[in-house]
């Protein structure tokens, strides 16, 4: 994580175990300071010696400290002194919670507390609750957090965490400015950016930015603003359409709210008139004739309904809009769009419709009494990450409709179903409209043929949910040969084999049943046929992503994944480093004995870092491409996520590998290569450390370490 932007990104689990030595305490302390403090450097005068003798002791707990810490006058003269009201708050939940604030109800409430009950209360009321006990307990140091991705949690935190870290050479006095009323207050700059190109907002912009605030800061006009001025109003959704779904109360007594709401979501915020309401079905619902279900569904399938969805809009378009108003999300793929497309074409209007209403996904979401809600501001496990940004391309605003102008009646996810998408999101009042991908014509279905098969395609797969192909007990010998294609095309890198290349013997263990498929997986990796390919003539990290890509089917997490594995080949061999990964509880949780290795790190997971998938998809040649024509690695080499900027000039170091010099210390190579003493010791390059570390390995050289010189 450290190209874009900190180190600390990467969460070290700092925990005071029972027993611990001095070692172990000072270490914890060290990391209390620094996380707490926001990595700034201070002096042993500086210093809680009471607040660490009573930690040594045992009479205070981790949290103690820390809480301690936040309310010391040493933090105060830091952040509290010299520093915006909301940029005191900000960066205190980042340093107590780990987490930016998730909206300006959150700042709101703080700053309230500050002014009512003082700064102690408030950190107080951050390290007592339960989240921070859910997060860190007792014994552990706060850390970032939200570099992960976790269910229920918004997905626009990993952005905002970016914008409150500066880089590990960096600390957070940087800056007394917000980084986050542009995002907090309704402004819509929730992508990714250089942190020294946003700019704080209009509430604090008569406070002097170069002294010591003056107290009437605290009392500026924020709580002023409406609740409804929250992150998800800024991105045109209304807090009560997401976070308190309508339901029918079994009295009924609420019947009205449920119709209204009911033609709010379906109509996307139209106003209709009374002539065009659906006054029988209304009826039917008021005398319990019908469900909410039924209901929505005669709503979608009424002739207004067509006529201002399905008439006036392309069939693409048409498609997004049902996805929205019947299941609370967008289409996730191009698959999605080109079955209902073909659906409407085949079967008609009505059964377009109640495809959506019918399904399992929308009983086991909303139900039969639920009206459908967007609900894809929080992650949903197993589903794409830019689900987040999708659903926001087809919402026009609180104020707006979706027959507006804004939004237009051309498809708006269709460049990110495509293949080249934009993951910035835009304020929807101010947003750019997206440039016209193909030649759609209105009400023509032809133009809403898919251009590609699968908007994976761009990356090279075929969909985001791989296909898995497995061996069950009643397989014949035909299924085993169809299996071992699967297998040579993902293990070797999707190659073109002579006959004579095949282990003839092998292959006919494997289809006689005297080999699981994770036993013919190591075999293959073990043979010639593999070292030739891909050790032989590859770089050493090269060799080590592909070894990570082909058996547990995602490129390596990061240099702590690495290190390991290429130390186990320098020491131990190929063969250890194969059998490393394939014993391994990942690769028997993932595929077991009977399943084939596919990608898997383009699927969100909990805990999984975000940035698996574009290591992930930097390691894919393509459909017609190979494995065997990448020779230097794609991870040391190039940056896989260009789309984040470097953080700033903050950050100690190049940012790029391209820019850094290593040390690399060898031992023991032999006769007839450069080695001058028993141990050499070269300085190299970012852009030449993958070719100097093959030539040692070809020289059969030990590497001792590599580091950077800074």
């Not at 007792?138 to 500066?166: A, D, I, M």
């Not at 967008?330 to 497309?341: L, M």
Request: proline share 4%; hydrophobic share 35%; aromatic share 10%.
């Amino acid at each position: 994580m450290s190209n874009i932007g900190s180190e600390q990104f990467k969460r070290d689990d700092n925990l005071l175990q029972p027993g611990f030595s001095e070692e172990d305490l000072q270490q914890v302390i060290r990391s209390t300071y620094r996380q707490v403090l926001g990595n700034v450097g201070i002096t042993d005068a500086m210093r809680l010696k009471a607040a660490e003798s009573q930690l040594r002791n045992g009479r205070i707990s981790v949290k103690e400290f820390a809480t301690m810490v936040a309310s010391s006058d040493l933090y105060r003269s830091i952040y509290y002194d010299k520093s915006a009201p909301v940029r005191y708050v900000e960066i205190t939940y980042s340093h107590l919670l780990g987490r930016p604030p998730r909206d300006q109800l959150e700042v709101q409430a703080a700053i309230e507390m500050i002014n009512s009950q003082g700064v102690d209360a408030f950190v107080a009321n951050l390290v007592q609750s339960r989240e921070y006990d859910s997060a860190f307990g007792l014994q552990q140091v706060p850390s970032v957090r939200t570099s992960e991705s976790k269910v229920g949690e918004p997905q626009v935190s990993f952005n905002r965490t970016y914008k409150l870290t500066h880089g590990p050479g960096s600390s957070d006095t940087i800056d007394s400015t917000s980084k986050l009323e542009n995002s907090i207050q309704g402004k819509g700059d929730n992508k990714i950016r250089r942190y020294e190109d946003v700019t704080s907002g209009f509430i604090f912009s008569h406070i002097s930015r170069k002294g010591k605030l003056s107290p009437f800061a605290w009392s500026a006009n924020y709580a002023d603003f409406p609740d409804t001025r929250t992150q998800k109003y800024n991105l045109g959704v209304g807090r009560e359409l997401d976070t308190d779904p309508v339901v029918l109360s079994p009295s009924r007594d609420n019947i009205d709210e449920v119709i209204n709401m009911a033609y709010r979501h379906v109509f996307g915020g139209i106003g209709i008139y009374a002539a065009d309401r659906c006054e029988r079905s209304e009826s039917e619902l008021r005398n319990g004739q019908i469900t909410v279900q039924s209901f929505v569904q005669e709503l979608g399938k009424s002739d207004v309904y067509q006529r201002l969805f399905l008439d006036r809009t392309t069939p693409h378009r048409f498609v997004e809009f049902n996805f929205k108003h019947f299941l609370g999300r967008p289409p996730i793929d191009e698959a999605e769009i080109s079955e209902h497309v073909k659906l409407l074409r085949q079967q008609g209007y009505k059964a377009e419709i109640n495809s959506y209403a019918t399904t399992d996904e929308y009983a086991q979401t909303f139900g039969e009494d639920t009206v459908p809600y967007l609900r894809s501001i929080f992650t949903i496990q197993g589903l794409p990450q830019d689900t987040f940004n999708k659903t926001f391309r087809l919402t026009p605003g609180a104020a707006g409709s979706d027959f507006g102008s804004i939004v237009g009646t051309t498809s708006r996810t269709i460049g990110d179903l495509l293949g080249y998408p934009s993951y910035s999101i835009q304020l929807p009042s101010s947003g750019f409209p997206l440039p016209k991908t193909t030649g759609f014509a209105n009400n023509k279905f032809s133009g809403s043929v898919p251009v590609k098969s699968t908007p994976w395609a761009s990356f090279g797969v075929g969909e985001q949910d791989q296909t898995r192909f497995e061996r069950f007990p009643n397989s014949t010998a035909e299924d085993n040969r169809l299996l071992l294609y699967q297998i040579y095309k993902f293990v070797l890198g999707n190659p073109h084999l002579m006959s004579a290349q095949r282990d003839s013997k092998l292959e006919s263990r494997f289809i006689n049943g005297q080999l699981s498929v994770k036993e013919f997986v190591r075999h293959l990796c073990k043979s010639q046929l593999y070292l030739d390919r891909f050790f032989s003539g590859c770089a050493p990290y090269r060799f080590i992503e592909l070894c990570f890509k082909h058996i547990l089917g995602r490129a390596p997490a990061d240099q702590q994944e690495i290190g390991p594995a290429m130390d186990v080949v320098v020491r131990k061999g190929v063969d250890a480093a194969i059998d490393h990964l394939m014993n391994s509880g990942e690769y028997d949780m993932a595929f077991g004995e009977d399943v084939v290795p596919y990608l898997r790190g383009i699927s969100t997971g909990e805990g999984r870092s975000m940035a698996t998938f574009n290591r992930t998809l930097a390691t894919v040649g393509g459909y017609a491409g190979t494995d065997k024509a990448q020779k230097k690695s794609t991870l040391v080499d190039l940056r896989t996520d260009r789309t984040i900027p470097a953080c700033s000039n903050a950050v100690s170091g190049a940012i790029d590998a391209a820019g850094k010099r290593y040390e690399i210390v060898v031992s023991g190579q032999r006769a007839g290569s450069r080695r001058r003493l028993a141990t050499s010791t070269y300085v190299v390059s970012g852009d030449n450390i993958s070719s100097q570390l093959a030539f040692i390995h070809r020289s059969s050289g030990r590497i001792v370490s590599v580091m950077e010189i800074t």
